[in-house]
């Protein structure tokens, strides 16, 4: 005869929802692309922009780190790529 097929009870959508706590929202910060240094904590030693993960910024302010670097790069504030040390 056929197998009884069970199902797989999920867990509570607020155990599986993780929380992010955003720098930028609790101090009511703002991203400016002028601010090479704040931007460099978001930039990897290898140019690259860390995700949201890592960064542990929401969403919005995930995407205006991305706008900021993209436009210190564009004014020469920030190097595509790091020198490579050697």
Same mark, same amino acid.
């Given at each position: 005869m056929g197998q009884v097929r069970r #199902?797989?009870?999920?867990?509570?959508?607020? &155990?599986? #929802? *993780?929380?992010?706590?955003? &720098?930028?929202? *609790?101090?009511d910060k703002r991203v400016d692309? *002028?601010?090479?240094?704040?931007?460099? #904590?978001?930039? &990897?030693?290898?140019? #690259?922009?860390?995700? &949201?993960r890592v960064t542990r910024l929401c969403g919005v302010c995930q995407r205006?780190?991305?706008?900021?670097? *993209?436009n210190a790069r564009e004014m020469a504030l920030l190097p595509y790529i790091s020198q490579r040390k050697s």
């Open positions: #199902k797989r009870r999920r867990p509570e959508l607020e &155990s599986r #929802k *993780k929380r992010i706590d955003c &720098s930028f929202c *609790k101090e692309y *002028k601010d090479v240094t704040l931007l460099r #904590k978001y930039v &990897s030693e290898r140019g #690259k922009i860390r995700s &949201s205006q780190i991305a706008t900021a670097v *993209k």
